[in-house]
């Protein structure tokens, strides 16, 4: 492996200035190496308009690369100050319900907004100017979580604009777009791009293929916004790293088209955070309030490892305490920290970040816990990080880690299971992330290493490919599943759709119907009191969500006791004929990688294991602990 370090987040603009040296001494006593600041202080760097305030930032920087800290410094554009929000107030962003979105919190901008697009680059040309060559500077981050609070997405008079040139763009003539869209229906053709509306606030749900195309577009805004600080950074402080912080379960923009413009793509872990936020079951909560559920960290770890070009990345905010935004906050058991830090190294990981050195007694995240208390003394996690920081060496590998299954998923995919998730309020439980999540855990319980790729990656060395939802796939990824001689498992409404949202020509699964040996004729939705069940293997197994039904030469695979069919087999390809989740997905995978002789055996529950050149790493959820041994 490449050198692995430990980092945390330090707001220098928090505290007296007297405290910053004890503060990078005790950083370093810790095993930490790296520091992340600057990302939310444009109000002191730049206090009114073109007023410039450099001398705390540079004493602040001077301090810590003093101690041996080495930096990654954050463009401040997450949190514009009041004077610009009141020199331009229509770069709020504006919500679904039409409401703006204003001035007190974080992220209040429109990506739309061309001023404020000038505005961010300007900011981040004046950083960089001055500290893109600084040695103490190793890294730069762009901006703070994209998109959190739901800010992809905006419905103002600049977002408007700015999607009908897009639509332009994209389909060249309003007769294209209209057909393509097929506005026919409802009498929605438009007679000019200037016509075209956003897709909020319709009297009933607004046409697939133009909320398609505004998600579309939405994403397309964020990259375009991150580029222009990258291409700026790039020029002035050549030689660095770029890096963005993305979150979890979290897929508004493409994270794969992000990724292609940054060096190491950052995410932050909040396993006990998203544990109680997101659809676990009560079951899992209870379990694992003081963990986590086994695969949240180690999903994501795998996911924004595919996507960057060198597979690059890192944690820039871990879960050190308790955090203040869940809806339940506990603290995390003794020796999860220590685990989460291993665990994350074992899946790639360049670095593991905190957040935060102290906590701070003050504003929103005032209960946000850090590796100290506001009073200065240590919080539980610190010792755990400094004990951590030694065992690093550990994890010196020889050999290549193996691989063994890959999951392709695409962005697009989540938008189009949440655009149309067929059926009132099925939209909870139908979404193509956590499809990939089901299938996700499925394989790591049988202890097996995944790649999370996205189509076109090279599949050459996978004995094993899930496709879990992807409702457009093109013709070059069907000839290159075809070309795979592993097994594959074909999930639900994959290849169920066109680029414009609309069902193929021949019907679904569109250029797949060779390689499966079907065609789906019929697809149903069903509520959760409706399923199919049987036995393989001497296991029970159950199913329903979406159920297919299918005409062809693949044949019945798993089979209810009522005589329907789950899954078809068609030579190394499985297609799943209902939801993959639960009891069932983890019957057809197991089969799979039995089929493809992967060296697999059930993990229980709370275990998982990861295979690391020459190291075999076991992580153990229930009790916090950590087993390395060589293999």
Request: net charge negative; proline share 7%; charged share 20%.
């Amino acid at each position: 492996m490449s050198d692995m370090h430990l980092g945390v987040c330090y707001y220098p603009e928090h505290w007296p200035e007297s405290l910053w040296a004890d503060d990078a001494q005790r950083m370093v006593a810790a095993g930490l190496t790296r520091v992340r600041i600057g990302e939310f202080a444009w109000s002191r760097i730049e206090p009114e308009d073109a007023q410039f305030d450099w001398g705390w930032l540079d004493r602040a920087i001077a301090v810590l690369h003093s101690a041996g800290l080495r930096i990654i410094l954050g463009t401040p554009t997450a949190t514009p100050p009041k004077w610009l929000v009141d020199q331009m107030p229509d770069m709020l962003a504006v919500g679904q319900d039409g409401r703006v979105r204003g001035y007190g919190s974080r992220r209040h901008y429109c990506f739309s907004h061309a001023g404020y697009h000038a505005q961010a680059v300007r900011i981040t040309r004046a950083l960089a100017e001055r500290y893109g060559h600084h040695l103490g500077v190793v890294a730069w981050q762009t901006d703070n979580e994209y998109g959190c609070h739901d800010t992809v997405e905006s419905y103002s008079p600049a977002a408007r604009s700015a999607f009908q040139r897009w639509c332009s763009q994209r389909y060249a003539s309003i007769a294209a777009l209209n057909s393509a869209w097929g506005n026919v229906f409802w009498s929605m053709e438009y007679r000019s791009f200037a016509e075209i509306e956003l897709p909020n606030l319709t009297v009933t749900e607004a046409n697939p293929a133009h909320w398609l195309a505004f998600r579309r577009f939405s994403s397309d805004q964020v990259i375009a916004f991150n580029r222009a600080q990258v291409d700026v950074l790039r020029a002035h402080s050549p030689g660095r790293d770029i890096t963005h912080n993305a979150m979890g379960f979290f897929t508004a923009y493409d994270h794969h088209a992000l990724g292609a413009d940054l060096d190491v793509l950052g995410w932050d872990s909040y396993p006990l955070g998203f544990l109680e936020t997101f659809r676990f079951s009560e079951a899992d909560k209870q379990r694992f309030a003081h963990q986590g559920h086994p695969d949240i960290a180690a999903f994501h770890h795998d996911l924004y490892r595919g996507c960057t070009r060198g597979g690059r990345w890192s944690v820039l905010e871990q879960q050190p305490g308790p955090v203040n935004w869940a809806r339940h906050n506990p603290a995390p058991l003794p020796g999860m920290v220590r685990l989460w830090t291993l665990e994350a190294f074992a899946h790639g990981a360049e670095m593991v970040s905190y957040f935060r050195w102290r906590q701070f007694p003050k504003a929103q995240e005032q209960m946000h816990a850090g590796l100290l208390r506001p009073d200065n003394q240590p919080a539980p996690a610190l010792a755990e990080v400094t004990a951590v920081a030694l065992e690093l060496a550990a994890l010196a590998s020889s050999g290549d880690t193996p691989k063994q299954a890959a999951i392709i998923f695409a962005y697009e995919a989540d938008w189009m299971t949440d655009i149309q998730p067929h059926g009132p309020g099925s939209g909870a439980s139908r979404s193509a992330l956590w499809a990939a999540f089901a299938c996700y855990s499925a394989l790591r319980r049988l202890g097996l290493n995944v790649d999370i790729v996205p189509p076109g990656h090279d599949l050459a060395g996978y004995a094993l490919v899930v496709v879990p939802c992807l409702p457009i796939v093109s013709d070059a990824l069907a000839a290159e599943l075809a070309a795979c001689p592993g097994q594959i498992v074909i999930g639900p409404r994959t290849g169920s759709r066109d680029t414009d949202f609309g069902i193929p020509t021949g019907l679904p699964p569109g250029p797949l119907r060779d390689l499966l040996g079907l065609t789906v004729i019929l697809s149903e939705s069903w509520p959760d009191r409706l399923s199919i069940e049987g036995v393989a293997e001497g296991m029970p197994w159950q199913a329903g969500g979406w159920y297919d039904h299918v005409e062809g030469v693949a044949v019945p695979d798993l089979v209810a006791t009522d005589g329907r069919v789950a899954s078809w087999q068609h030579g190394r390809v499985t297609y799943c004929a209902a939801w993959p989740a639960g009891s069932y997905i983890e019957t057809i995978i197991a089969r799979a990688a039995s089929a493809a002789g992967l060296p697999s055996q059930p993990l229980p529950y709370s275990v998982r294991q990861r295979r690391l050149g020459n190291l075999l790493l076991h992580f153990d959820y229930d009790t916090a602990s950590v087993t390395i041994s060589p293999q």
